[in-house]
Each structure stands twice: as C-alpha cells, then as structure tokens.
C-alpha cells in the first residue's frame, strides 16, 4: 500500500499570510504524465471538499489563492492570503490505485 | 454540483447488518464511478470501497474484504454498501463520493454507523 505522510500536523498562521502543507508519498505518483494526487479541505462537521487534483489543478469554484504543487513522491498544498474561512483540516490523497490511501490531516488554525 | 445524499446509518451490534444508501436527486450518477469513504470519531479519512460507473470493478480495503459489499441499482439512482458481520472499529461517519475515475470530486453529507452493543 501507499502510506501517505503529511507536515506539519497542525499549522497556526496570522490572517493574511501564507500557509504551506507538505506530503508524501511512499512511492512515486506519477504515470502517463500526470500527477495522481488530490488535496482536500475539511471544515468542522461538513464532508470534505476537492481543492486540488492532479497535483496541480484547482477544482471547480476555489479560489487562486489555493495552488498545489510537486511531482512523484513530494507535493505542498499552498495557501496564500489566509482568510478566517480557510480554518480546516487539509487531507492529501493519492488515487494512483486501490487501496486509495490519504495523509494523517493537518489542523490549519488563525 | 452533485448533491450526494447518503442514508441508512443506525446504531447496531457487533455482528449484526446494515445497508447504507447514496442518490444524487435530480442527477444521474449511474454515468459516475461510486466510492464510500468512512471517517471515525475524531479521526482521518479512511477509503472503503469503490466500483465503475458499469457496477463492475468493486474494489475494497482489505479491513472490509468479505464483509462488505458496493452496489448500485441502476433503475433507482442509487448506491449501496451492505456492511455484514460489523466490528466496533466499523464506527464513522460514512461518505459517498462520485467521480470520472477513482478520484473523488463529489462528497455527499455522511450518514453515521455505531457499532455497539
């Protein structure tokens, strides 16, 4: 299985700056030239919600000042500009292949 | 967006059965592949089970192999996940998700499981 590791796992940054997430991979993500990585944002008692796929990518509806980057093993989920909104749990995840496996989480707090 | 409503969840005893649903009123998710997720009290995100938009390719963790099983009902719209034989480590909040491939994009509200006796 793929084991996913995130860092920090919990991240107090001032309104305004910018907050930096890290993941990776046990083995390499990539194949066919893209990047087999997701990065999704969880809120206090909602489902989680798709922010970043293939490593790169952002989902319909989110904000630039979310961006992900890296290639094969090491990805950072980047937030810029931290709004008070932005107060969640960030989740990496591959789906290079069952089992789909994802990161520990990382507390974000103001 | 899809709006995925998932159902079914209750509180049960070890080793007894339920049956969790997923529908996406007004859409139709039978062109979708289909993907339970399940997340415990307090705890990360832990993938289930999934399957093509066809119903075949169902694939599992293995803490599920033989216990639980993906299915869809074609004429209704709708998901399921039979879970048998539960555990107490079975105890979450599960999600069903939607997607073109074995990404997630859509995630509806979960529907909470208590195993316990």
């Known amino acids: 299985d793929i084991v996913m590791i995130q860092s920090p796992h919990s991240l107090t940054v001032s309104l305004g700056e910018r907050a930096t997430i890290s993941c990776r991979s046990s083995q390499s993500l990539f194949s066919s030239r893209k990047n087999y990585l997701a990065w999704y944002q969880q809120k206090s008692g909602q489902p989680p919600k798709l922010l970043i796929s293939?490593?790169?990518t952002r989902g319909s509806g989110v904000p630039d000042r979310f961006s992900g980057g890296g290639s094969g093993t090491d990805f950072t989920l980047t937030i810029d500009n931290l709004q008070p909104e932005d107060v969640a749990v960030y989740y990496c995840?591959?789906?290079?292949?069952?089992?789909?496996?994802f990161g520990q989480g990382t507390k974000l707090e103001i | 967006d899809v709006h995925l409503v998932a159902s079914g969840g209750d509180l049960v005893q070890p080793g007894g059965s339920l049956r969790l649903s997923c529908t996406a009123p007004g859409f139709n998710i039978n062109n979708y592949w289909m993907t339970w997720i399940r997340q415990a009290p307090g705890k990360g995100l832990e993938w289930v089970a999934n399957?093509?938009?066809?119903?075949?390719?169902?694939k599992y963790v293995d803490s599920v192999k033989g216990r639980f099983a993906i299915s869809r009902d074609f004429a209704r719209n709708l998901v399921y996940l039979q879970m048998n034989r539960l555990r107490d480590e079975d105890t979450a909040t599960y999600y069903c998700?939607?997607?073109?491939?074995?990404?997630?994009?859509?995630w509806g509200q979960g529907t909470r499981v208590t195993v316990s006796s």
């Open positions: 399957m093509k938009p066809d119903g075949s390719g169902q």
């Open positions: 293939w490593a790169t």
């Open positions: 998700g939607s997607g073109a491939g074995w990404l997630v994009e859509q």
């Open positions: 995840q591959h789906y290079y292949g069952d089992p789909l496996t």
